[in-house]
């Protein structure tokens, strides 16, 4: 089993493409591009931790429908545009506002928001988040693990390492890493 994590996937928001800079002609084809990107990613057996902004602008059944066809056991952490029909939908293992975890050595406290502190941030622990969409700049020990940075799919640890390997710690203003397509 492989533990993923992603954020601020906004299915059915034709606001996030323009807001966002989204690359897709129409809401139905970045619904359509994220899903296949997760199935591609994710194998059934697989657990995602979703940090929040799940679904805008869809109705209940849409949704629950949507979160059924995505792979993997799916966790969400919620964010501020998680109404209370996300929060209620059937597919998710849990639903909490944050949650720490330990994964392969490595402690993690996930939120929908960037923390300016967090607990175990000097012992090493990580801080994975979303709701930035890629347009904030990171603390040391901090990742935004939203679509908008990672070309639109979930990401292991594995992959937040190694951007996070990427960057020179002298010089913090690097923008975040994006891997190939």
Do not use: I
């Amino acid at each position: 089993m492989t533990v993923y994590f992603t954020s601020d996937t906004h299915f059915g928001h034709g606001g996030a493409r323009g807001r966002f800079r989204r690359p897709f002609e129409s809401t139905a084809a970045m619904d359509e591009a994220m899903e296949a990107n997760w199935n591609a990613t994710v194998a059934p057996g697989d657990e995602v931790w979703h940090l929040g902004d799940f679904a805008l602008h869809m109705k209940p059944d849409a949704m629950a429908a949507l979160l059924g066809r995505l792979n993997g056991t799916k966790h969400l952490v919620a964010g501020n545009n998680d109404g209370p029909a996300t929060l209620a939908l059937p597919g998710w293992a849990s639903v909490q506002h944050y949650a720490e975890l330990s994964l392969d050595g490595t402690d993690l406290v996930l939120c929908h928001y960037a923390f300016r502190t967090w607990n175990g941030m000097h012992r090493k622990a990580l801080n994975l988040h979303g709701h930035s969409h890629g347009q904030l700049k990171p603390q040391p020990r901090q990742v935004d693990v939203g679509v908008d940075v990672w070309n639109f799919r979930p990401v292991t640890l594995a992959d937040l390492t190694a951007q996070r390997m990427r960057r020179k710690p002298a010089d913090p203003a690097v923008a975040p890493f994006k891997p190939a397509p």
